[in-house]
């Protein structure tokens, strides 16, 4: 059986002691934390690249971000698709009555209804688009070029480019 260590040659832990091992633990995680912030700061913020109106480069296609995660799919109607006016064509005006024929026959440009969906952000920029037609997409905000992106189509992987449109001044 060993025989205990004599008392005088034990080591006492002072004070000190405790206090240098506590602070160099709490100087290690504090200095941790610091780090992280400073990442965290230097990643792209995918949500506030991401909101805003975009439209496709070939096609008449606007996409709507909103800050809470929900999109819209606007697809214009081209003027050569839509359908021919209905009215019946209106008598000759009076001499005195202002003509209202050239203003039936201006067609305004129409929109499709639009599709409505959600989206999720990843790290580094990844978004994920799933539209309640049931189409998914992905893409990726480059912090180089932030007003332009690529979208991918999940089950074709065909690619449609959108751009910024800038905000309207008024």
């Known amino acids: 059986m060993a025989k205990p260590a004599p008392p005088q040659n034990r080591v006492r832990i002072r004070v000190l002691d405790m206090v240098l091992v506590v602070g160099g633990f709490l100087g290690i ?63 000759p005006a009076m001499s005195g009555e202002p003509s209202t024929q050239a203003a039936d026959t201006a067609q305004t440009p129409r929109e499709a209804p639009p599709i409505v969906g959600k989206y999720q952000l990843s790290e580094a920029g990844k978004i994920y688009l799933q539209l309640s037609n049931g189409k998914k997409y992905t893409t990726t905000i480059q912090p180089i070029n932030r007003d332009r992106f690529d979208l991918i189509d ?3 992987e065909g690619v449609t480019t959108y751009e910024r449109v800038p905000p309207s001044k008024g």
């Open 154 to 156: 999940s089950d074709t």
């Open 29 to 91: 995680m504090a200095f941790n934390r610091m780090s992280i912030a400073r990442l965290e700061r230097s990643l792209p913020n995918a949500n506030n690249q991401i909101v805003g109106e975009w439209k496709s480069t070939r096609g008449p296609e606007h996409l709507i971000f909103r800050p809470d995660r929900s999109l819209s799919l606007i697809v214009e109607v081209p003027p050569e698709a839509q359908p021919a006016p209905t009215q019946p064509p209106s008598p």
